[in-house]
């Protein structure tokens, strides 16, 4: 039977002292899949946005999107301050990562290795910080494209090798997705078609 990673926050979430915040480290990989998240968890969370994505290509592209997400954080009225940390852009990572896959689809291998890199430098990055935050978690499972199953095995194990808490998740149930598109609109947000590597861009164009 499927682990059902929304119950597993909702665990989590009953558990967390309104007095007492904890702390999360939230990977974002853009503004519209973060602003359901950010309205949804920001009264359970002080949180840091960590904005590492060297997928995205071209240069242009990333930094459309990244200063959509500081864009969207300004504008939307959340209960407490969100801060943003800004990731390096070296697309030369994810080509290593990706090469020999350049022809697989979202989902399949370059995707996966994409996801577990992006996680691990959000972890690496928790274990840096003066204080390591109470969790780690990603906006990346809000995706109907991305697989909730992959990401949370990830982000488990990863939690297991550097000690710091994985925040499990699956942000398309409750209507997320759907809360992500109206928020989108709301705030006119940039919604890219494509996830953002030049291979996705590819398979959208040969899609069409």
Not at 27 to 40: N, Q
Not at 43 to 66: D, G, M, S, V
Request: hydrophobic share 35%; aromatic share 12%.
């Amino acid at each position: 039977m499927a682990e059902n990673y929304q119950l597993c926050l909702n665990q989590i979430l009953a558990e967390i002292d309104a007095d007492a915040l904890p702390t999360l480290l939230l990977h974002a990989c853009c503004a519209p899949c973060s602003s359901y998240i950010l309205e949804y968890l920001n009264r359970y969370f002080q949180i840091t946005l960590f904005f590492y994505n060297p997928n995205i290509f071209p240069k242009a592209e990333y930094l459309h999107r990244k200063e959509e997400l500081e864009r969207l954080i300004r504008e939307m009225p959340l209960e407490h301050s969100v801060k943003i940390i800004d990731g390096d852009y070296c697309p030369e990572q994810f080509f290593t990562l990706a090469k020999g896959l350049e022809h697989l689809l979202e989902c399949e291998e370059r995707c996966q290795k994409c996801i577990r890199h992006r996680l691990e430098k959000t972890f690496q990055l928790a274990k840096t910080l003066e204080h390591t935050p109470d969790f780690v978690g990603t906006t990346l499972s809000i995706s109907p494209h991305k697989d909730a199953a992959f990401i949370n095995e990830a982000g488990a194990a990863l939690s297991e090798k550097y000690n710091v808490p994985w925040l499990f998740s699956d942000f398309k149930k409750k209507g997320g997705y759907q809360r992500s598109i109206v928020l989108s609109r709301e705030y006119r947000l940039y919604r890219q078609a494509f996830c953002g590597c030049v291979y996705s861009k590819e398979n959208q164009k040969n899609q069409k």
